[in-house]
């Protein structure tokens, strides 16, 4: 999120909702890195993560006025973002559902060695990164939504479990709990299966034209290769310590939202619809 105080943030949404449009676009880019980062873990690909995001932020400026300031403004953002993530069924992976067992299978037992060269000239390492990348995500896939929440909260997003548990409606203690199952099961699976997050083989550069092949990468959209950032999506300073597990889960990367997404929002604060929405 942009960096603003308290006042300043509550200045902008007082004046976002009387009806400043400078305002309200503010606050909407402010928030927009974050909804597309929590959009991508729990849908796992930049399409459907976009398409998301875009009817979530326009959730936010429908609904501005509801905000009472009762909560920071990210707790409501992520209860809004959650709420419609967690039944979204429009993405490929509602579609085609994934389970550790199926990805390990695949992993370990795909045909990889019949498939041709499919790198139309770009080079095996910058597609193996991206593979990596694209990996680690789908493998989020394989938890059911309820539990990606948690896990993406807590790992990525470093959510108090106080707030994640009023996010999620549950308690602080089950939350925890919940987080700690998940987090061991993610991490026994990276220790097994990945080499570059545990102690597994890392089989990405074997499997380029396999993932090609079967439309995990694409060698002209480089999404996730293109889109890291070495900026931190920052809603809390540090993670509570709830579990001893050493994995660091530093696949959790922090993603740019595509540009795309700030030309929808600025369209949008100009069309007629937005007019509608104002007056309504």
């Avoid at 503010?26 to 909804?35: A, G, K, R």
């Avoid at 299978?105 to 019949?114: L, R, T």
């Avoid at 089950?174 to 699976?189: D, G, I, T």
Wanted: a negative charge; proline letters at 2%; one cysteine or more.
């Amino acid at each position: 999120m942009n960096q603003f105080t308290n006042e300043e943030l509550s200045e902008l949404i007082k004046n976002a909702v009387a009806g400043d449009k400078k305002s309200l676009e503010t606050v909407i880019f402010s928030v927009q890195d974050l909804v597309f980062n929590l959009s991508l873990r729990m849908l796992g690909t930049f399409p459907d993560a976009e398409d998301a995001t875009q009817e979530i932020l326009l959730k936010i400026i429908t609904h501005l006025n509801s905000f009472k300031g009762e909560s920071a403004f990210s707790t409501w953002v992520f209860s809004i973002a959650l709420n419609y993530l967690k039944n979204y069924k429009k993405h490929m992976f509602a579609k085609f559902p994934l389970s550790f067992e199926f990805y390990a299978d695949d992993i370990e037992n795909a045909d990889i060695g019949n498939v041709p060269d499919l790198t139309q000239g770009v080079e095996q390492s910058i597609l193996a990164e991206e593979l990596k990348l694209s990996c680690t995500n789908v493998m989020l896939q394989c938890l059911d939504a309820e539990s990606r929440c948690i896990f993406i909260l807590g790992t990525m997003f470093k959510v108090d479990s106080r707030i994640a548990g009023d996010i999620l409606g549950i308690t602080p203690e089950a939350y925890r709990q919940r987080l700690s199952r998940v987090r061991k099961k993610v991490a026994e699976f990276l220790q097994e299966y990945c080499g570059e997050y545990g102690n597994g083989k890392c089989r990405c550069a074997d499997r380029v034209n396999y993932a090609i092949q079967s439309h995990r990468i694409n060698t002209a959209h480089l999404d996730f290769s293109s889109a890291v950032s070495k900026d931190i999506v920052d809603v809390k300073e540090a993670m509570e310590e709830i579990d001893n597990i050493s994995q660091e889960f530093s696949f959790c990367k922090t993603y740019q939202s595509p540009g795309s997404l700030k030309k929808f929002i600025e369209e949008f604060l100009n069309s007629a619809s937005y007019s509608v929405v104002k007056k309504a």
